[in-house]
């Protein structure tokens, strides 16, 4: 097996968001990355795939602690990713979609926010390969609400250790916080990552 590492993000642009806010979130992440090569170890060893049960057993157990932890790494990752404070201001290819498709950028924001508000983990704008569109999910757990294969372009975590420290309960202002944030740089490579892994060309759109 692979034995993930922890990537390093740049948070020193970021605006609105305390160090202590951030570095304990950062932390968290961190776990997930240790509880993943933990649970991953325990997968590799024969002695774990004995007594299976769909109510209890430790098999099951590992089986859906990988599950919740890795999702909460790769989450993690992309919303670290996307929240840098450079680039904020919407442009380029990502732009032109969020505005076909919701009439405008403020329009997808408040859509995005109020998503945001009504799940308890997780919102993303993703584009879904079923049919290359847009797409605001909402994820109440990192391994629930997860839709196989759509591909996440922006990615913002709700949970309340993201804000609590900052903002208390008010989550509101802290999705204004996050969009003050948003790197669009980073959503554009993600569309181009995308459009180039399906062999899709810009003017497909
Ligand atoms: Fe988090």
Redesign the pocket.
Known sequence: MNYIKPKQFDFSNVKGLTYNQLYQ?YQ??KGYVNSTNKIRENLEDNSIYVNPSATYSNLRSAVKAQTFAIDGVKL?QL?FENLTGNNTIPYGHIEKLIVNRYGSYEEFKRRFMNTGLSVRGWVTLSIDPIDNELYIYGQDAHDNGVVLNAFPLIVL?V?E??YMIDYGIDRKKYIDVFFNNLDFSVVNKRLKDYLNRNNKSPQYY
């Open positions: 979130h968290l992440y993690h919303y975590d949970y250790h993201a």
